[in-house]
Nanobody
Framework: QVQLVESGGGLVQAGGSLRLSCAAS????????MGWFRQAPGKDREFVAT????????YYADSVKGRFTISRDNAKNTVYLQMDSLKPEDTAVYYC??????????????????WGKGTLVTVSS
């Protein structure tokens, strides 16, 4: 069973930066596509970013493009989300997810097989 544990959330002022990490265990991390999603208070969970199994391809939601960067270190079984120029509307619980069959970019929640429990990011104005 694959386990995903997010870390790095916290409180930051608008314009600041945070780096989220997601450590995976119990599976073959280097073969999984990985993704980040977020859920703001009172809203549905939404796609943020995804990265292919090798890290050679990435894709972002329009709302974060140019500000967030997804990356991975397969030697450390970890995926990262570097968040710069944060805005109050980025406030949400951030979740990482793993897709175990295709290893390519996945933007839909239903395409993922494993989920972490989330880490809270709060951006103050």
């Amino acid at each position: 069973q694959v386990q995903l544990v997010e870390s790095g959330g916290g409180l930051v002022q608008a314009g600041g930066s945070l780096r989220l990490s997601c450590a995976a265990s119990g599976g073959t991390f280097s073969s999984y596509a990985m993704g980040w999603f977020r859920q703001a208070p009172g809203k549905d969970r939404e796609f943020v970013a995804t990265i292919s199994y090798s890290g050679s391809s990435t894709y972002y939601a329009d709302s974060v493009k140019g500000r967030f960067t997804i990356s991975r270190d397969n030697a450390k079984n970890t995926v990262y989300l570097q968040m710069d120029s944060l805005k109050p509307e980025d406030t949400a619980v951030y979740y990482c997810a793993a897709e175990r069959f295709w290893g390519v970019l996945v933007t839909t929640q239903g395409g993922y097989d494993y989920w972490g429990k989330g880490t809270l990011v709060t951006v103050s104005s």
